[in-house]
């Protein structure tokens, strides 16, 4: 029995995996996603949606999957810990399977002071690494953590985010290990700019055997700017952005720019494709999902495997 989850029957036949993002808007109106979803379909294996990221209250993740889903994309439910207990947790990830969502990424989630609502109480009951475990247990054990049984079992193919440039560097492996112990099934990255670093990263995954035990998708984000590099650089945590790759984005004329940030990330992911252990890329357009197609077709991955249940 072929498993319900597209990104893992591409994955488990060996082809190299794409996967996209749709940020949720910060209202009610589904036209917002829908817009977004029509540009992502035929790009990607799957289709996340973030959960109020940035600590900014946005649409449901759960509403926005229906909506991805409804678009004729596969979701993938991104989900945090900051703001439910374990009952809502998994409340949540019925309901989700219910739906028909076969895709999961466990995440703590930024912190409240970063958003809008500074004041609002975090819970953090569990962290994504419990999490991550009490999915697998309900998955594979059909049983809830407190032991009772389920009546009807939540097949999710479990994800996890890892960092490979926050410090101390020495971490970032054995943190991997501790995910894919608990049970992640395929792990997506911070986005990569920094590739020495994350060769170094991917050395030391491939050491422990980490790279056969889970699907490494590397994450990758287009540049608009150099603005934009200067200020990821300087302002978003984990971001690794060298001198030279933001000299090359500056040295364009500022209507070039983009289309430079463009051809690195299609040089970026054409690099990770021959990288031993990485089985895909998950493709950052932040509010640029116009550009999708162009980055994903540049790299020479379309169109997308078709691989059936």
């Not at 992502?40 to 926005?64: E, F, H, I, P």
């Not at 991805?68 to 009952?87: A, C, F, H, T, Y």
């Not at 054995?174 to 990263?201: E, H, S, W």
């Not at 890329?281 to 509010?287: K, P, R, T």
Request: include cysteine; hydrophobic fraction near 40%; aromatic fraction near 4%.
């Amino acid at each position: 029995m072929k498993s319900a989850s597209n990104l893992e029957r591409v994955l488990t036949a060996g082809h190299f995996a794409v996967t996209g993002e749709c940020g949720p808007p910060r209202g009610a109106d589904p036209e917002k996603v829908l817009k977004k979803a029509a540009l992502v379909k035929g790009n990607v294996d799957v289709c996340n949606v973030t959960d109020n990221q940035t600590s900014v209250v946005r649409m449901s993740s759960l509403a926005g999957c229906m909506l991805v889903k409804q678009s004729g994309i596969e979701p993938l439910l991104q989900m945090v810990v900051r703001d439910r207990n374990r009952i809502a947790l998994q409340s949540d990830l019925l309901g989700a399977a219910a739906l028909g969502v076969h895709n999961l990424l466990c995440l703590s989630g930024d912190h409240q002071k970063f958003g809008d609502d500074p004041k609002a109480k975090n819970v953090f009951d569990i962290d994504s690494i419990q999490l991550i475990h009490l999915v697998k247990t309900m998955r594979d054990e059909g049983i809830f953590p407190s032991g009772e049984k389920l009546d009807g079992v939540p097949r999710f193919y479990i994800g996890c985010a890892v960092n490979p440039f926050a410090d101390p560097f020495e971490i970032r492996v054995p943190r991997l290990k501790l995910k894919v112990d608990a049970g992640a099934d395929f792990v997506q990255t911070q986005c990569i700019y920094n590739m020495d670093k994350f060769k170094l990263y991917m050395e030391g995954a491939r050491k422990q055997g980490l790279h056969e035990r889970v699907k490494i998708l590397a994450g990758v984000t287009p540049l608009k700017s150099a603005g934009m590099a200067k200020f990821m650089n300087r302002m978003v945590a984990g971001i690794d952005i060298p001198d030279e790759v933001i000299k090359r984005v500056a040295d364009e004329p500022k209507e070039k720019q983009a289309a430079k940030g463009i051809e690195i990330c299609i040089e970026q992911i054409q690099e990770l494709k021959e990288m031993e252990g990485i089985a895909g890329v998950h493709v950052m357009a932040i509010e640029w999902e116009e550009k999708l197609n162009e980055i994903v077709g540049g790299a020479g991955l379309l169109p997308r495997p078709v691989v059936e249940q």
